[in-house]
C-alpha cells in the first residue's frame, strides 16, 4: 500500500517537535525541508534547498505525490508561506500554517512597534549609540550605513562575506537564552535599544523581559503579512490536523 505524504516546510524549533510527533505514525511518509541556511541545523531533513519558486514548488509536490502540507517556517519567512499558499492552491492540497503567536506588548514594556528593518535603522540615531540587534545575519546590510552607532550582533552562523554589516561586535549563539544570560549581556555592552523581530515564542524572550526590567526600549519589527488559510499556534494542534487528513486519505 502506498503511504500518504507528508511535506513539512522546516526551520523553527516547532517544526522539529512536530517532525518528531509526526513520525510516530508508521503509516505516513514524512519528508521536512530546510532552506539550507544554518550550517549546523537542529533538525533532520529529508530534503535542503529553495524549490524554484511556486513553479518549483508545484512540480516537487506533484512529482513526489504530497498528499499535505504543513508550513512550519519561521513567521517572518513570508516568501516561503505565500509560495507554499500558491502551490497547495494550484495542486489542490491542503495546507496548514504552524505560527507561534506573536509577544503582546504588558505593563513596562517601552516597546517602538514599526514595519521592518528600513523603518528601525531610520530611527536608531535619534534612540541610542549602542544597540543590541537581534534580527539573524540576513538584513544586517540595512544598519551598515549606521557608522556612529555601535551594534552587539548576535545571529546563528556568521554573515556573508559579501555582505556590509555595521561597526560593533558579532556574537555567534542559538538561543533558548536565559534571563541571567540576557541581563549581563545588557548591562556589559552598555545596551541602550535592542532591535528584535516579533517572533514569538519563549526562546528569545528573555531579552524582552530583560529590556522591561532595565527600563530599555525595544525596537519592535511587526510580521509580516502571512497567506489566510488554516492556521494553528502549536505542535499539538498541528498533529491534531495531521491526524485529520491522515485518516481522510487512507
Ligand atoms: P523566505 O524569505 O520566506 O524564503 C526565501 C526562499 O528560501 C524561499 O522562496 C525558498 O526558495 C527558500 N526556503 C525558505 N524556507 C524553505 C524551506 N523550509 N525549505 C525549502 N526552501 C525554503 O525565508 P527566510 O526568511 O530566508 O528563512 C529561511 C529559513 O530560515 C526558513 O525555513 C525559516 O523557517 C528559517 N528561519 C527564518 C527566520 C527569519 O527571521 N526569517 C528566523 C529563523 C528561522 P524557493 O523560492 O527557491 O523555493
Redesign the pocket.
Known amino acids: 500500500m502506498v503511504k500518504p505524504r507528508l511535506l ?5 524549533t516547532d ?1 522539529v517537535k512536530l517532525q518528531s510527533l509526526v513520525n510516530t505514525l508508521s503509516d505516513l511518509e514524512v519528508i ?7 550550517r549546523q541545523p537542529v533538525s533532520q ?1 529529508s ?8 513553479p ?2 508545484i512540480n516537487y509536490l506533484q512529482q513526489e505525490k504530497i498528499n499535505f502540507l504543513i ?13 507554499a499558499f500558491h502551490a497547495c492552491l494550484s495542486v489542490g492540497i491542503p495546507r496548514l500554517k504552524l505560527v507561534r503567536s506573536p509577544w503582546e506588548k504588558v505593563t513596562g514594556d517601552r516597546w517602538i512597534e514599526t514595519e521592518n528593518n528600513e523603518t528601525a535603522a531610520k530611527m536608531l540615531p535619534n534612540l541610542a549609540k549602542r544597540v543590541f540587534l537581534t ?2 545575519r ?1 538584513e544586517l546590510a540595512t544598519y551598515a550605513k549606521l557608522q556612529e552607532i555601535w551594534f552587539l550582533m548576535r545571529m ?1 552562523d556568521p554573515p556573508e562575506s559579501n555582505i556590509s554589516i555595521p561597526p560593533g561586535k558579532l556574537l555567534l549563539a542559538r538561543g533558548p537564552f536565559s534571563l541571567e544570560q540576557e541581563r549581563s549581556l545588557l548591562l556589559e555592552h552598555k545596551i541602550e535599544v535592542i532591535v528584535s ?1 516579533n ?1 514569538g515564542g519563549n526562546a528569545t524572550y528573555a531579552k524582552i523581559i530583560a529590556a522591561r526590567e532595565m527600563d530599555l526600549p525595544v525596537v519592535m519589527i511587526q510580521r509580516p503579512l502571512l497567506p489566510e488559510g488554516d492556521q494553528v499556534g502549536d505542535v499539538q494542534s498541528a498533529f491534531n490536523w495531521v491526524n485529520l487528513h491522515f485518516s481522510k486519505s487512507k
Open positions: 513539512i516546510l522546516g526551520g523553527t517544526a521536512t525541508s530546510l532552506a539550507g541556511r544554518t531533513s530534503r535542503i534547498g529553495g524549490f524554484g519558486g511556486v518549483g514548488l508550513d512550519a517556517t519561521h513567521p517572518f519567512a513570508s516568501q516561503m508561506a505565500w509560495n534580527i539573524g540576513q546563528i523581530k517572533s
